[in-house]
């Protein structure tokens, strides 16, 4: 079942967020964890409200009773539920009852005893009669979802087993409901990807996302639904890793282009003359490297790397169609001399090139050079067959090793062994013609050129750098920080957790901010005044549902131009730090983080506005 995100959802989180003012919304509400009284209280109002829809949607008893508490207390079973939730915390208030009376009325619900003193105490009491039964449920299961000493997916269930929740457990397994979880290893990719597998995988028949917690998700499943394949999953990151967009697949062109451009003067000369370009004035051959220098030509296959298999040959198609007929020997000589690190020979065998160097270009006119083209391209469709590329097998080793829980392992086994290790991650790499580090370091904007602490010193600089190699993953990942997640960004965390279906509406909308915030003004106005809003799928926010994060790229946020690098600067740092405390109160008053490096986003950290990557002292 679809996270529900449409407007009744907004309008009930925005009038929560009316109610409260600023002072009381920033209030501390938990003792152990970062929460504050405002994030705490609309959590529990949003999970109370998804677990009564699960309830709704799966059972006939359930639809019922729910439908008929609606009639008793004259309002639909939706704001029951979310407020009911919402208000379970009241006494934590500053003036306890006098101010959990003035939110009532300001949410229209003054003089309504049974809020104060029935609903919203149903979180921590017992059950008051059989007719409020899916209410009582879904508002106690949602404060224990809540609970600050919660640090993983697999610690709520040991609440579950409790005394204090098993009642509830059993009556929402009597409405055909169960808790499930679904653990995953954390890493930017997931991150990326966690969208596409929260609609494609958890989103199916049967199954309602609640919370997101830093290694994973929990969520109610019907009690007849079938665990999750991890091939399914297999296939969403496949797709994600495989499949190249059109702008991928032109940066790759472009960078083929520039090649060929760098020397297009003796290429053009090439038409004119073959011999007399190909040779020097003393009568000496030319080198490769003088055609196709090092430093700006690429191997193919390197270059292509992550694409997919219709994605390279489109990569050579184009290059062939937008360069064959003015420069075909330029074009004829990257295939040849630059298509591939380990397999450098494909190109030359096909075509049956048996001399050395660049004597074979001596007995080559125009008109066979151009032909011999077409042959390339049947060449690189045998060696990418579209029909033949299913889930990549260093993927597969990857998803059996981070996703855990209610899942089945339908995936095949893998008994071979690994081809390489990513020398970036420590994966095992198992997939044929895995890319390598220097051009991982490209993707990158670096340098190819590391210490490698394993490595004998002196060691072949050169030698060591071909050798080694870098998983599928880690050459997305690169490709991501030049995109998605750019560096720097703010990283927004949630203790312990965060309802998904608050997780998919807040945005930090950035429109006309106002720098001025009065702490009796109501916190719907301060999250406004910060740019806050409300907004399904926003672009501007990169969600995190399987590690309970939000990722927002600096650029995003400020104008000014930031450098893409590990290391923030004194200067890039005093300009992002004001925002800090803006985003912190947009996703109302949780944890916030400035960082630049990937590998330093926290699990979970302690202070509101905390800074976690190196600094560029030098700058």
Known sequence: MMAYVGSKEVDLVSSALRSVTFKQGVREAKKRSPQSYIFHAVSVGVLSLDICRAIYNESDVGRQLLSKLADNYGMPYEELCFYGGFLHDWNKLEGKEEGAREIMNKLGLGGREEFLHGIAAMAEGSLPDNQHLPLWVSIKLADMLMISEINSVNDVFKHVSSR??????????????????????????????????LNEVINGPGYYPLISYPDGLVFLRRRDAPPIPLSKIADVLNKRVFTSSKEEVESKVEEIRRCLNSKIKLFREMNIDVKSAIYKDDGKMRQVNEFLPTKVCKPFEDIVGNLDNAAKLEVARSIIKELGDEIPYGVLMYFVHKFSKSDKDYIRRGLGISEGSLEYLESLDLQRAREMLGKILELLQARYPLNAQGIDKTLQYYVKHSFSGDVIDDLPPINEKPKNYCVVCGMPIYSEGSVRFVQYATELGGKSEIWVPRERGLENIDDIRDELRVCPICTYEANALKSVAKPPYFIITFQPGVPVSLLEIIDFEQVDINYSIDEDENYYSAFKRMGGGFNPNSPRVLPGFFSSKVLIKASEVIESKLSRSTRLSKSELNKLLPYAHMISIVFLTSPVAISSSIYEIPSTQNYVVSVTSAYNYAS
Request: hydrophobic share 50%; glycine share 6%; charged share 25%.
């Open 164 to 197: 204090a929740y098993q009642d509830a457990v059993r009556a929402l397994e009597n409405f055909g409901l169960r808790l499930g979880r679904i653990s995953a290893t954390f890493r930017l990719f997931t991150l990326i990807a966690s969208r596409d597998l």
